[in-house]
């Protein structure tokens, strides 16, 4: 398989990460017209969910797995749903960039779970840059104050932090079974059944609760159509290039996502972010790249 110049696979993942961080600015704009927090779920995974599913029979990639292998997939699509609620529900009470950014400790997590699991050994230096990561997050979310300003601004961004909290805590989950359950299946064969299954469940789950809520205007209607087109036809072409890549290192380039966040919340939405809260950023992106790049 002929792979891509590094350079190239780098310049193409920086424009994964960009449409990624589009998705989130466009899923803000929708949630900001109306759009309830699980249409923008059901809408994203359905419509990923059509394009995996295309895309596979362009390539006439088999999508037959053995039972146990299938449930297993519907499984990891359960929390999927509830990441990817969580996380919704985050970037429509939080700054963007801050919401993705807090969800993107998710490597943390993973190898946290790993170890606890007995399957990976912690080195000082991933505990190290652990700990850098949730310094620079706690500048990033400006909160190293104390007293009544810590508790003010807590009770200004706790509850979107505690649900970017839980999208991270639930990916995490992810990887790990994906990891151990889903091993040497096709990345779009799991996608396809973890897409589908999260679609189908939140759709329910809104049914049921009355709380699938569509855009009242246009605006509305063309976040939620965006968010859908971008999400899918990144993580589309995200798997259709990854094979052609020359180090599984150059992943780690994804994480320009919540810096790209910075910048497009404040040209698209409006948001700023302080100096001090830019820095944190940084530190906090820095970090999980660093850790990425120890694991390879």
């Known amino acids: 398989m002929r792979t891509y110049p590094r350079w190239l696979s780098i310049a193409i993942l920086l424009g994964i990460a960009t449409v990624f961080a589009l998705n989130h600015v ?21 419509g990923t969910a059509l394009a995996l599913l295309a895309l596979l029979f362009a390539f006439r990639v088999p999508i037959r797995l053995p039972a146990l ?12 749903a509830l990441q990817s609620y969580c996380l919704y529900s985050a970037v429509a009470r939080l700054p ?10 998710y490597p943390m997590v993973y ?8 399957a990976e050994r912690v080195s000082p230096r991933a505990f190290v840059t652990m700990v850098v990561a949730l310094a620079g997050l706690a500048l990033a979310l400006d909160i190293t104050r104390t007293g009544d300003a810590l508790a003010a601004r807590w009770d200004e961004i706790g509850t979107g932090v505690v649900f970017a ?32 299954s999260c679609s189908l469940i939140v759709l329910a789950a809104a049914t049921a609760t009355g709380t699938l809520a569509l855009p009242h205007d246009g605006t509305g209607w063309l976040g939620l159509s965006l968010l859908t087109v971008f999400y899918g036809s990144a993580i589309t072409v ?5 094979p052609h890549m020359r180090a599984t290192s150059d992943v ?15 040209a698209i939405l409006g948001q700023s972010l302080a100096a001090t809260q830019i820095a944190g950023a940084l530190v906090v992106v820095g970090a999980i790249i660093a850790l990425g790049m120890a694991k390879h």
């Open 111 to 118: 190898t946290l779970i790993s170890w606890a699991a007995g």
């Open 238 to 242: 995200f798997f259709m290039v990854q």
């Open 26 to 46: 466009a899923a803000r704009i929708a949630f900001d017209h109306g759009t309830s927090v699980v249409t923008g779920v059901v809408f994203r995974s359905g």
């Open 252 to 266: 780690a380039v994804l994480n320009f996502e919540p810096v790209a966040l910075v910048f497009l919340g404040w």
């Open 165 to 196: 909290t839980g999208a991270s805590l639930a990916f995490g989950s992810v990887l790990f079974l994906n990891a151990h359950w889903l091993h040497g299946v096709d990345g779009r064969v799991r996608s396809l059944l973890t897409m589908t």
């Open 96 to 105: 963007v960039a801050l919401a993705l950014l807090t969800f993107n400790t």
């Open 69 to 80: 292998t299938t449930r297993r997939a519907l499984m990891i699509g359960a929390l999927i």
